[in-house]
């Protein structure tokens, strides 16, 4: 399984959010990039084949059947600078995941911000050895001597990300998680 997406909590307005604050370029001090903002119907959504570089940038943000807005793009790691300092400038929720474990480099990566507050967990095959890392406050669902095991594979997996994921209610099995239910907005660099 390859997963790879971004996630807001609580918009209430997805065009004003896309055009004024996902896309707010001023968090960004040397960034002279145009963005195309367009809405289309949710049958138009495409896969997206991973760049390097805002150049080449394409993405979609929708709403999916539980309210959250998912976003989700061609950056290998889905603009996840983006994720963070919209949430933190505007004071939002939002989670990156990203999970491969059919490449020979599997990863497992959890980020979770809650305005500026930021939890980092990850465990990952980095050449011959796997890495593990986690940093930022803990949540009250986790349990301090979580990520104690021994072994780095034991540390942080899909298990324990699901299980944290469930606990801020995301489901990140459920089939419907990435599907747009409406308008879905296409984002691309003029």
Not at 82 to 107: Q, R
Not at 144 to 149: P, Q, V
Request: hydrophobic share 35%; net charge negative; glycine share 6%.
């Amino acid at each position: 399984m390859i997963l790879k997406f971004g996630l807001f909590f609580n918009i209430k307005n997805i065009d004003s959010f896309c055009k004024d604050e996902l896309f707010d370029l001023s968090k960004y001090s040397n960034l002279s990039i145009n963005f195309i903002h367009e809405k289309r119907s949710k049958d138009e959504i495409k896969p997206l084949n991973n760049v390097t570089g805002l150049k080449k940038y394409e993405g979609y943000l929708f709403r999916q059947k539980d309210s959250f807005v998912v976003y989700v793009n061609n950056i290998s790691d889905n603009w996840i600078t983006n994720i963070e300092f919209t949430c933190a400038k505007y004071g939002y929720e939002g989670l990156y995941i990203f999970v491969d474990n059919e490449s020979m480099y599997p990863a497992y990566e959890l980020y979770y911000f809650n305005g500026a507050k930021k939890r980092v967990i990850y465990s990952m095959k980095d050449g011959e050895r796997w890495v593990f890392f986690e940093n930022g406050p803990e949540q009250d669902f986790e349990m301090g001597d979580l990520y104690k095991e021994r072994g780095t594979t034991k540390k942080f997996n899909y298990e324990k990300m699901k299980n944290f994921c469930m606990n801020l209610g995301v489901n990140i099995e459920n089939p419907d998680l990435l599907i747009p239910i409406d308008t879905i907005y296409h984002s691309y660099v003029e």
